[in-house]
């Protein structure tokens, strides 16, 4: 049997504990600013 489902949370609880792991992966300022500004300029070629 398998368990039951756990409950589903509002949009922006699940936006809010992804923000904060991805902090926690990647505690770094400098790597955040890469990941989530550099790589997508570079990948998608803007300015």
Known sequence: M???APPCLPPRD???H???L???WTPDQ???QRILVAN???L???P
């Open 2 to 4: 398998m368990p039951p």
């Open 14 to 16: 699940v936006t809010r």
């Open 18 to 20: 992804l923000f904060e």
């Open 22 to 24: 991805f902090q926690n």
């Open 30 to 32: 400098a790597a955040q």
């Open 40 to 42: 997508p300029a570079r």
């Open 44 to 46: 998608y070629g803007f």
